[in-house]
């Protein structure tokens, strides 16, 4: 019963993982730019909910709104910084702009929010389901709920929509998407907003599982982000969840054989035997690149 | 749209400029600081001079983490400082000097903080330098200052360790071997009537001598304990943790972490509602305003143990405490009333032996007994540290509360190292 409550634990990490996969995935897939301030963009939208928070009372919609529409906007300039001007040009100098971006957003959020852990609402404090030994959290519910919807929401908008149809367009290729009379950069910049956006409200769901917030929060929050992606090649949306489901569940389960403070290592474990067996993820094996 | 996002990065490369400076900056802000506090002690002394005639500087170093996840209790420390040094040049300075501190700015590294140590050794004028905060820290500069003959006094490392590098290196906080026995024997066993025990503890230097200390009296005093626990600094998640002590099944949990993982676990305890399975008692690190603060309602009837606890009963101390808090809007924990001590006892100690240099101050110092401080007795032993007795305190209303006074462990036995350096 243990290693249950352990794994439920672990799908709830996983989640929050996932989320953050997802989001790097999406950005990597339309902009076939890697990117390192992913989890600065996490932190920034989880801040954005921390301040909705403080104005409006606890009102998780409203918080999650917040969050979006933040990292939304932080993501949007991030790619007119970032990305935009560098399409032309090799990769490298993008992937080093979004490096001092991750820096500077850092940064920044020391100097607006402060240096000190703050303190996020506590949500539905105490209230669990018991099923014999397992103990399940109504907010472990909450945000596996969540996780779920945000990806079905998203399968739905990449695949019935006119937009998800211009993102997968410009995925595949870029100037015949062009040639069609549609503005790649600009369905790009969508694209960017979009899984930045995913990223904000991974971030919230994070700092008010954990009820803490800080601004280094989106160094760890990255590398485990791009971790999970990695499983899916950096383009492929379900493996990329479905690696940070696993890492979620790895961190928990490890903890019954090995002390606590080792378990932050199972990301990093779980990226070098990825990139040793399958360096282009379980996607390439498949033959097909899917977004 | 170019204009804008010129100017947007500029933005960003302003922020980023500041920020990226902030430690640069922090320790160029604690000189200035320290020139503002050498200003400002030399505009308070200079009020007394025509009276005392002071001539000369006496010069102490004082190393602090005023950044970085120390910073509050840094703060707290120079405000203590600062006090007991306006003090000291009011009633007559040192050696008829006014008495001069140069702050430095740690930023609770062990590298910056012995940098900062090999500075200050290589400046003559000074006598005796006062720091750093944490035992890490201060692993690395004692045997610096050892080798260099600098007479060192930690107000709040607790590590023996320290004191125990060599004869010019002296804490007063007390060591966790005391701490702990404490901890284990009468906040657990008698307090709680604990038999089976949890550890949960920070995996670096601090945490884990904390874990041997309280491993050590846990053994002496029968208590069996049933999980150990290391938690990496850092951690925010402890759902699998909290799923872990609860199959363990044990009634008393010992929390031996900083404030954000301190923090942050409890919160979750009470989020999954396992505060109610068990007993928690904290560790003295999170004796602060700010783990109140983070913790909200949550940690409303937890145990800690404390060498230092301001009653308002207590007059003289009450009226310090609030002249403190004016100061820094903090309230004081032992860590920062050890720094007034430390001052205000050095102080005396040196102007009774009139020592001049800094072999003729670590004498002095060797020789400080009964003191009486604002933290109770002081009385270095035979390897340079004090040996504490303990308050139980709870938090109740948002607020710490005393439950018990030393008398509550009036037969424990203090650790003797049986040494003499």
Known sequence: MYIVEQLINGLCQGGIYALIAIGFTLVFGITGLVTFCYGEIVMMGAYGSYFVFQWVGLNVPLAMLGAFLFSAFIGFFVYKICYERFLAVPHQISLLCTIGMSTLLTNLAQLVFGLETKSMPMLMAGMNIQIGEIRITYLQILIIGVVVLLCLFLSWFLNKTRIGAALRSVKQDRVATELLGIDSSRVMMIGNCIGSALGGIAGILYCISYMSISPTLGTSVGRIGFSAAVLGGLVNIPWAAAGGVIIGILENLSIIWIPASFRSGIAYVFLIIVLIFLPQGIASRKKRTKL | ?421
Not at chain 2, 97 to 120: C, H, I, N, P, W
Not at chain 2, 150 to 162: F, I, K, T
Request: charged share 20%; aromatic share 10%.
């Open chain 2, 1 to 421: 749209m170019k204009k804008y996002l010129c100017l947007l990065i500029c933005v960003f490369m302003v922020a980023g400029l500041f920020t990226a400076c902030t430690n640069e900056e922090a320790a160029t802000t604690e000189t200035t600081e320290a020139s503002s506090t050498e200003e400002t002690v030399e505009e308070a002394t200079e009020a007394t001079t025509s009276e005392t005639e002071l001539t000369g500087e006496f010069k102490i170093g004082i190393i602090l983490p005023l950044t970085g996840s120390y910073a509050e209790h840094g703060v707290g420390q120079q405000t203590a400082y600062e006090m007991a040094i306006e003090e000291v040049n009011a009633s007559g300075g040192v050696n008829g000097k006014t008495l001069v501190a140069q702050f430095e700015d740690s930023g609770g590294d062990a590298v910056v903080s012995s940098e900062l140590m090999r500075k200050y050794i290589e400046d003559p004028d000074i006598m005796m330098v006062f720091g750093d905060y944490d035992s890490g820290t201060c692993l690395a500069d004692a045997p610096i200052a050892q080798e260099n003959q600098m007479p060192m006094l930690s107000p709040s490392a607790s590590n023996a360790n320290v004191p125990l590098t060599g004869n010019y290196i002296f804490t007063m906080v007390g060591v966790q071997q005391d701490e702990q026995r404490y901890v284990a024997q009468y906040a657990m066993q008698k307090y709680f009537g604990a038999e089976n025990i949890g550890i949960v503890y920070l995996d670096n230097s601090w945490g884990t001598t904390l874990f041997e200390n309280l491993s050590l009296g846990a053994e002496a005093c029968g208590l069996n304990m049933v999980i150990t626990e290391p938690i990496a600094a850092g951690e925010t998640d402890f759902s699998a943790v909290i799923s872990k002590l609860r199959q363990s099944d044990i009634d008393t949990l010992f929390i031996g972490l900083q404030i954000s993982e301190g923090a942050a676990m409890v919160n979750q305890m009470v989020q999954t509602g396992y505060n109610e399975e068990v007993n928690v008692v904290l560790s003295g690190a999170l004796y602060t305003n700010q783990f109140i603060e983070l913790t909200g309602e949550n940690c409303e009837g937890l145990i800690i143990t404390q060498p230092f606890f301001v009653s308002e009963d207590n007059e003289e101390l009450y009226a310090w405490q609030e002249e403190y808090y004016s100061r820094c809007d903090l309230y004081p924990s032992m860590m920062t009333a050890d720094a007034y001590d430390a001052i205000m006892m050095c102080a005396e100690a040196i102007n009774a032996a009139g020592a001049e240099t800094r072999d003729e101050v670590r004498d002095a110092v060797s020789q400080i007994s009964g003191y009486q401080g604002i933290t109770g007795e002081i009385t270095f032993d035979g390897i340079g540290t004090v040996h504490r007795t303990q308050y139980l305190i709870t938090i109740e209303d948002g607020k710490w509360k005393m439950l018990y006074d030393p008398s509550y462990a009036s037969d424990m036995e203090f650790y003797d190292f049986g040494i003499v350096q």
